[in-house]
Every structure is written in structure tokens, then in C-alpha cells.
């Protein structure tokens, strides 16, 4: 019902949704569509994807030999990636948005600069509406939380809708029902912890950056 | 008006690009913005808005402080300042500290409010807009005329040779291409800046979070890729509750562009890691420039409950003719006039403020519940306060308060106009008064006024009694209108009375900032109808039935006048308009239209002040189909028809082009009969039609009704 709603929504502005029950089939069907879109180790071409926990148990090296998909997120990559992959935590059925802790940059990277952003989503972190989430999400444990609704759009010329402007141009949601929702937050409240993180991990405020997609 | 402000609206509404591209705008965001806002009860939802940001303005201070505790607590250094002068300063300094060749910004009227691009510009730093339409008037060397659309004034030929100089390669003019070009030209520069600037469309004091939405998503980027990120924040955008954001975002992208939400929503509390793992540094400016000073305004307080959705300009009917420019530099529209009087100054807004027509379309839209046009007619008061009226406005209130002087003069005038008059109207007026005439004939001044004709009238000796509220246009252009009001009300038994001492309702004057003249004007008739002993005062005029019903009371309350208010509370409690008390007679049984006629096709204009403030339309369709019409709806039957009393005689060149449009909705109906309930509308639109030559007859309601009555 949730997952009609946001379907729905989201296929009005302009997303792509698809679910799967299990990762592999998710997986499965990712590569080929990156493969189908001209994936190819060359500028442009690549694609990145950021840490998260649909990653656990699955063997990136058997991915990669995919040419061009990469795994360890910087700025020089993100700017020459044509696709981004990362997990989102939460859908709101209302809008057709996604939502997540973005504190950790290389989240916002992927899903920013490149051409085409994937999200893949646990089924059951589909939520009724905003009000739902920021009850479940506080600022003390995200410092950056960014809801998306559809591609970049515009309509500045003449009010025409374009379609991908600074960010993404295609937005594509894969859920995944066996993928875990996000875990509910345990760590340190803000103000209470700090401290930058060591460079190259680039998580999040401290200790809260690692909990980005959960399960570590 | 200077000639100069005059100028500049005349070129606005000759300019065939800004005038498609706003009414193609407006009329589909209409459509779409219903559509954003189905099964939501916006009343409610807005009810809710105004009550939390209402408290946000009471408690500015207390939730600056909150606010800063939380952010810095985050760890973002939070610099609060009243001085437009500190905030520049302050940025050159951080930008000066840290070695900054470069900044992005995302969209913020806050900035252009303090002109921080031309500052830092001036001190060397490189200064790029990235929302594309911010980006392309800065490519053009303009200034946005819209809040939310920058560049809406402009075409996608004109948006084209700016690109074109841009990347030295001639470009066509295929939209989709040029945005792919401000993609690609940006992009370098995104990732090459040492400062991002964005602006905040909420601040929330119990989390010291800022909230920014976009749609095309370089606010993600420019909180993203710089390694400092400076916030400017006027302290209006502060609530109190996190919970609070998802009010404000529920109703700010469906009043802004009809959408549910905008594509991007970034919620920062501080600061996060940049991609080398260092912090970001970031920077939250609240900056008051006269923001607190409002909030102490028992007046213009409700100002801060704004969202800058500018859904206010959407449905203006005067903005999508005249665009932005007309209206100044920075906010432009209804709100835009009023924040212009306050964050420039007073005196800016002495043009800009006479656009309002005072139609009251932005009242029903306004997220915030603001009374936009009182807050504009309160301008005008302080205004003429400050400065006095101009003197030929003095010498005519003079008139309108001499009654016997000002009803000689109009009688003199249906003498006097006689020459111009050709039938029922006066066609051509000699010299500069032929402006009144253009696109319009205005009505002969009667032979003989209602007052006189009220005489030979015979009534039946009735129970209930009524008093008779004419309003000078009844009075003296329309007393046939006055005989249909009595007729009716004979028939459902009430006797009407005449008070031979009413005046002018104040209207003009108030309309005009003239509170003491409309305050004046108000005694006068308040003693003249609470005179008898009458269940009604009813009038057919919807203008004067609001002046009766609430601007007496509102007028002596702004002047602080309290004498008066109580018996300004009895004469509004006895106040009725025409439709509604017929309505009311037509249900009780007393009166009885003649039932199964066929009398064709009709279609119904309704009048901004029964509409809108008087809150009456359904009545006047109802009692016309009862009637025996068929009511066919016109596109927009609500909008103004450009009357606005004295304003289609200052600004002619808006009225004129409204009055047309209106035509135009009319005739499309195929309807050969309008009816209204205003004799201000009938006056603007019979005088349309007429210099038009389409054979549509105008009427108001009453005298409609009055000839379908059972005998």
C-alpha cells in the first residue's frame, strides 16, 4: 500500500522505482542496467558507489570486474562518475521522496555530481510522510539530512521543465525487501562527541558518520 | 506617481515576452497549485503557519539565542548582526582569512537584500550564482523580477545569447540544450570554489539546523563541495520546533510551484567532513536589518509570518501584467512592496505601493495568512502621515467631506458633462482626462440621483424596515439600481428607508491612506443610518458594504480613535449586502422568484470585495438561476476587473489591460448577459463592452432579479 503510494508519486516526478525481494536479484538487475546505460572504465562513464549495507556479504571484487565500477568514494571520482549508486534509508509515500543521513560527503558525492543516481532502498524503510521521519531522525544524530524527490529539474527558461540541471538527471530507486532498514540511532547525542574524523574515512561527525546505512 | 516609475510600467506592459510568459505562468499555477494542494486542508494547514511563525516573530530574540546555542553547540559559528554593513564586512573577513579566490552560491534574497555579490565582487572575490535563473541575470546584468523565478521576464532567445557569448559558440535556442550548457559551465566552477554562500528557508532554533530546498540541486553542492559554507539567514526563517519543518514544507513547494516538494531538501546542523576529512567550516549569519523593529509593529508583525513562497505574485493580477522590475530591486510583489518599505526604507515604496488594487487574490493564496492589502493600505496611511496627500487629492477630499458640497458638484457635473455624454455615457473627456476615457466609457452622471427619484418612489407601510446604504455610484450614475432594490425588498416585506444624510462611504479616501477624511466620512454615515430604528442596512455596492460591515471600525482603530467604535459595531452587526439578504428572504419564503422560466444564458463576474472579503458567491448565482438563468462560468471569474475605484483613473495603463482580459473571459462565454453585484464592476465593464461594441448586455444582480419577481 506505502510502496503503491510512493510508486506513484515518485513515477510523477520523473523516478524510476523498481523492487526486488532479494539482493541478488537487486544486484542482478543493476548490472545490467549499467552495462545497458555504457558502462566502461573511461571518463564519464564510470560508476561509484558509496559504502553501505547492501554491501555486506557481497563480494566486491566479483562486481568489479565490471570495467569502470568502483568502490571508494573521492571528490576526483565523484566528478567524473556517470552513475552513483548509493543506499538510501527512508521513502516517504506522500511525496515520492528518499531520504538519508547524509553526513558522510561521499553519500552526497555519488548522489550529486553524477548523471544518473541509484538509490537502493530497504522496502521496509518506506515511511507514510515527513512528519514521520524527522520524528524518527534528529539532528543530533544527522547533521545532514537530505530528502530527494525526482531528478534536478528546472524550470527557469521560459517555465519549460528540463530535467537535470546540477544534480542527477535520472533517478533511480531500487527497493529491496530483504535489505534491513536502517537501525535506530544509539550513538552519541550531539554535542557530546566532536571530534573530526581521521582523515579518508570522511564519516560523518565522528563516530555517527559510521553508522551511515547501519549494520557495522 | 514620478514619470519615471510610469515609464517603467508602461514598458513592462508592452513587452509582449514578460506579459505571455507571467499570464501563461499564472494561469497555470493555478491549475497546478489546487492540484498540489488536494485533499489537504489548507486552511487548517495554514492556520497552523501562522500560529508557529506568528510565535517566531513574538519571540525573535529568545529564538536567536536558542537558535545560536544549538548551531554552536553543533559546532557552527553563528554571527548575529541588525547592520546590512556587518554582514558584508563579516564574510570579506572569513573570506579575506582563509585566502578565498572564489565563491558559489545558491539562491538567497537575503544577499540580495545587502547586494553582498556587487561588495565582494568590488574586493576582488569572484562571485558565481548557480541557480540557473539567478545565473542567468547575473550573465545579464539584471536583477531578478521574481522571488522564486529570477528569470522569468526573460526568453529562451535572449537566455540563448547570453550562453552563447558565455561559451563562444553560437547556440540555438532548445532549452533542454541550454541548461545542459549552465550544467556543464558551472560544474568547473562547483568544484573549483573556496566558499559556498547559501541563504536558509527555515531556521530551527531547537536544533540549530537550517533547512534549504532546491530543485535543481546546487545547494547540496555548494554545502557540499567548498570547504567553508557561510548561511545568510534573515531572522524571520527562525521557528522554534524541529517538528515545525514539516509544516512549512508541506506548504512552501505547493504554494511556490505546485509542487509536493522540491527535489532536493537538505536539513544541516552543523558542520561535516569535507572529502580530505578536515571539518567544514560553516558560518550561520541571523541578521535582523530592521526584522525585530517590524515584529514590534503591532501592524506589520503579521509580515514576518511570510514563507517567501511568492504565491502572492502568482495570483496577482497587476504582477503578471507589470512583472517584477516595476516593483524594484530585490522583493518584488505584494510582499515584496511591503518588506521593500521596511528592509530599504518608507519612501521606496511610495510608487510601488499605488500597484495594489486592492483586490485581495493574494489573501486567499497566502500560506501565512497575511492581510497583504491592508498591510499595503497601511503604507499608504503612514504615507500621507508622513507626507500629506498631494494637493489635488486634498482639494477633492475636501469635496468628499462637505456632503452638500461634493452632492452639488456631482449634480453640477451631470450638467456639465453633457457635452462629452452621448447616451448613457461620457465617451471622450477633453485633454489629460482622456486617459479616463481610453478603452472605457465612463457613465453619464444621472439627471436626476437615487436621492430625488427615492421621493416619488410609493411604498406599502411595512413592519421590518431597512436602510437604504446607496454609495454615490447608485446614488448618482446608477439610481435604477437603487429602484430595483426597493421593489425586491417591498416584495418580501420590508420597508426601505432613505437617510438623506449618508455620504460618501470613505472608500477613496482610505484607499488613498486618507484615514482622517475616510474617519470623517464614517461618522457622518454612522449617525445618518443608525438615525431610525431598521433590522437592515443594506447596500449593493460590495465596497460600501465593507466599509459599513469593517473599515469604519478598522479606520477609527488605526487612527486610534476609539469614540465612535461602538456604534461602528452596531451599524456593521445591521450591515447586509444585497444577494445575501435576498438569499435569505427568497429562504424564509417571503419572497418568490418566478419559478420555470427559460431566460438563457447568463454569466457571473464576481466582485473582489463580495468574493473575497465579504465571503458571498455562491448566493447571487443561486438566486440567478432560480431565476431562470443558466449560469455559464467565465475563465477567472473571480479576478478583478481593474476598477479598483480611483485606480483605473491613476494607473490606466494596468487597468486598461485587465479590463480586457476580462472582456475577453466574458465574450469567450458566448454568454450575451453578465451580471455583478458591484456597481464600481458594472461601471468598468459596461464601459468595456460599450468602446468594445460586443452585444453583451451588463447588469448588477438587483436589477435582474428585480424583473423576474412574482407578482
Redesign the interface.
Known amino acids: 500500500m506505502l510502496y503503491e503510494q510512493f510508486k506513484a508519486r515518485a513515477e510523477g516526478v520523473s523516478a524510476e522505482v523498481f523492487k526486488f525481494a532479494t539482493k541478488a536479484e537487486a544486484l542482478e538487475h543493476l548490472i545490467v542496467f549499467l552495462r545497458t546505460e555504457g558502462l566502461a572504465d573511461t571518463p564519464q562513464a564510470t560508476a561509484l558507489w558509496a559504502e553501505c549495507s547492501f554491501l555486506d556479504g557481497i563480494d566486491r571484487d566479483a562486481v568489479a570486474v565490471n570495467a569502470g565500477l568502483k568502490f571508494g568514494v573521492t571528490r576526483e571520482l565523484a566528478a567524473h562518475a556517470r552513475f552513483g549508486i548509493s543506499q538510501m534509508e527512508w521513502a516517504l509515500a506522500d511525496t515520492g521522496s528518499l531520504a538519508q543521513n547524509s553526513t558522510a560527503i561521499e553519500q552526497r558525492l555519488v548522489s550529486s555530481l553524477s548523471t544518473i543516481h541509484i538509490a537502493l532502498v530497504p522496502t521496509s524503510g518506506i515511511l507514510p510522510d515527513m512528519p514521520t521521519l524527522l520524528a524518527k531522525v534528529h539532528p543530533g544524530d544527522c547533521a545532514y539530512l537530505a530528502m530527494i524527490t525526482g531528478p534536478s529539474r528546472t524550470a527557469d527558461i521560459e517555465r519549460v521543465l528540463t530535467i537535470g540541471v546540477h544534480g542527477p538527471e535520472r533517478l533511480v530507486i531500487i527497493f529491496v525487501n530483504e535489505l534491513s532498514g536502517p537501525p535506530l540511532p544509539t550513538s552519541p547525542r550531539l554535542g557530546e562527541e566532536k571530534t573530526p574524523s581521521p582523515s579518508g574515512g570522511g564519516l560523518g561527525r565522528g563516530k555517527n558518520g559510521n553508522d551511515m546505512g547501519g549494520n557495522k | 506617481m514620478g514619470n519615471e516609475f510610469k515609464e517603467s510600467i508602461t514598458k513592462a506592459v508592452n513587452n509582449a515576452n514578460l506579459t505571455g510568459?507571467l499570464g501563461?505562468?499564472s494561469e497555470?499555477y493555478k491549475v497546478n497549485r489546487a492540484k498540489a494542494y488536494e485533499g489537504i486542508d489548507f486552511e487548517e494547514l495554514r492556520g497552523r503557519i501562522a500560529d508557529l511563525k506568528g510565535y517566531a516573530a513574538a519571540h525573535l530574540d529568545q529564538l536567536s539565542d536558542e537558535f545560536t546555542r544549538?548551531a554552536e553547540?553543533?559546532?557552527a559559528t553563528v554571527f548575529r548582526t541588525k547592520d546590512p554593513a556587518k554582514v558584508r564586512e563579516y564574510i570579506l573577513k572569513i573570506a579575506q582569512d582563509n585566502g578565498v579566490k572564489t565563491v558559489i552560491k545558491s539562491k538567497s534574497m537575503a544577499t540580495e537584500e545587502i547586494h553582498l555579490n556587487q561588495y565582494l565582487e568590488k574586493a576582488g572575490i569572484e562571485v558565481g550564482e548557480?541557480?540557473?535563473?539567478e545565473w542567468?541575470i547575473q550573465l545579464a546584468g539584471q536583477t531578478p523580477s521574481h522571488m522564486v523565478?529570477?528569470?522569468?521576464h526573460?526568453?529562451?532567445e535572449e537566455?540563448s545569447d547570453l550562453f552563447s557569448k558565455e561559451v563562444n559558440e553560437r547556440l540555438t535556442s532548445d532549452?533542454?540544450r541550454?541548461?545542459?550548457v549552465?550544467?556543464e559551465q558551472?560544474?568547473p566552477t562547483?568544484?573549483a570554489a573556496d566558499m559556498g554562500i547559501s541563504g536558509g528557508n527555515i531556521a530551527?532554533a531547537e536544533?540549530?539546523?537550517i533547512v534549504l530546498m532546491t530543485?535543481?540541486?546546487?545547494a547540496?553542492?555548494v554545502?557540499?563541495?567548498p570547504k567553508i559554507h557561510i548561511a545568510l539567514v534573515g531572522i524571520e526563517k527562525l521557528i522554534e520546533k524541529?517538528?515545525d519543518?514539516?509544516t512549512i514544507?508541506?506548504a512552501l513547494p505547493r504554494s511556490a510551484?505546485a509542487?509536493?516538494?522540491?527535489?532536493?531538501?537538505?536539513?544541516?546542523?552543523?558542520?561535516?567532513?569535507?572529502?580530505?576529512?578536515?571539518?567544514k567550516d560553516m558560518h550561520i549569519i541571523l541578521m535582523d536589518n530592521r526584522r525585530s523593529e517590524m515584529a514590534a509593529d503591532p501592524k506589520f508583525k503579521q509580515a514576518l509570518q511570510c514563507i517567501r513562497c511568492a504565491s502572492c505574485l502568482n495570483v496577482c493580477p497587476i504582477f503578471r501584467l507589470v512583472g517584477g522590475h516595476v516593483f524594484g530591486k530585490v522583493y518584488t510583489g505584494g510582499i515584496g512592496t511591503i518588506l521593500t518599505a521596511w528592509f530599504d526604507e518608507l519612501k521606496k515604496s511610495e510608487d510601488i505601493q499605488g500597484l495594489c488594487i486592492q483586490c485581495g487574490a493574494c489573501t486567499d493564496v497566502c500560506p501565512g495568512k497575511i492581510d497583504i492589502p491592508e498591510l499595503i493600505m497601511e503604507i499608504r496611511r503612514r504615507l500621507v502621515q508622513d507626507q500629506g496627500l498631494p494637493l489635488l487629492q486634498k482639494t477633492i477630499y475636501a469635496v468628499v467631506n462637505n456632503r452638500k458640497l461634493f452632492h452639488g458638484m456631482l449634480r453640477a457635473a451631470s450638467i456639465a458633462g453633457k457635452p462629452f455624454a452621448s447616451g448613457k455615457f461620457v465617451r471622450h473627456l477633453p485633454l489629460f482626462l482622456a486617459d479616463l476615457t481610453d478603452g472605457r466609457s465612463l457613465p453619464a452622471i444621472a439627471a436626476e440621483p437615487f436621492r430625488d427619484r427615492f421621493k416619488k418612489i410609493k411604498q406599502p407601510k411595512l413592519k421590518e424596515k431597512a436602510a437604504f446604504y446607496a454609495g454615490c455610484l447608485i446614488d448618482f450614475a446608477y439610481p435604477e439600481m437603487g429602484e430595483s432594490l426597493v421593489k425586491i425588498l417591498n416584495k418580501g416585506g420590508i420597508e426601505v428607508l432613505f437617510p438623506e444624510d449618508q455620504t460618501c462611504c470613505g472608500a477613496p479616501a482610505r484607499y488613498n491612506g486618507a484615514y482622517e477624511v475616510a474617519a470623517s466620512n464614517a461618522v457622518d454615515n454612522i449617525k445618518a443610518l443608525l438615525r431610525e430604528d431598521v433590522t437592515y442596512v443594506v447596500s449593493a455596492c460590495p465596497t460600501c458594504t465593507v466599509a459599513l460591515d469593517r473599515e469604519f471600525i478598522t479606520t477609527f482603530e488605526s487612527l486610534g480613535q476609539t469614540e465612535w467604535i461602538p456604534q461602528a459595531k452596531i451599524l456593521a452587526a445591521k450591515t447586509v449586502d444585497l444577494s445575501t439578504l435576498v438569499t435569505k428572504l427568497v429562504a424564509e419564503g417571503r419572497l418568490t422568484l418566478k419559478e420555470g422560466r427559460k431566460l438563457g444564458k447568463i454569466t457571473y463576474h464576481d466582485s473582489c470585495h463580495l468574493k473575497r472579503t465579504l465571503k458571498v458567491s455562491d448566493q447571487p448565482r443561486e438566486l440567478l438561476q432560480k431565476a431562470g438563468y443558466e449560469v455559464t462560468e467565465m475563465f477567472e471569474c473571480d479576478t478583478c476587473c481593474g476598477m479598483g475605484g480611483s485606480y483605473s483613473m491613476k494607473l490606466p495603463e494596468i487597468s486598461a489591460p485587465i479590463l480586457q482580459r476580462k472582456l475577453k473571459n466574458i465574450k469567450d462565454t458566448g454568454a450575451p448577459l453578465v451580471a455583478m453585484d458591484c456597481p464600481g464592476c458594472v461601471m468598468q465593464i459596461r464601459g468595456g463592452i460599450d468602446q468594445d461594441g460586443a452585444a453583451i448586455q451588463v447588469r448588477h444582480t438587483v436589477e435582474l432579479l428585480a424583473e423576474q419577481l412574482e407578482k
Not at chain 2, 149 to 152: E, H, K, L, N, R
Open positions: 510568459a501563461k505562468f497555470a544549538n553547540a553543533a559546532g548557480t541557480d540557473l535563473g542567468i523565478m529570477p528569470a522569468i526573460m526568453t529562451k537566455v532549452i533542454p541550454l541548461v545542459k549552465a550544467r558551472l560544474r562547483f568544484l530551527v536544533t540549530g539546523s530543485n535543481e540541486g546546487n547540496r553542492l554545502t557540499s563541495l524541529y517538528a519543518v514539516a514544507l508541506k510551484t509542487q509536493l516538494l522540491t527535489s532536493y531538501v537538505s536539513i544541516i546542523t552543523g558542520p561535516t567532513p569535507n572529502s580530505d576529512g578536515s571539518m
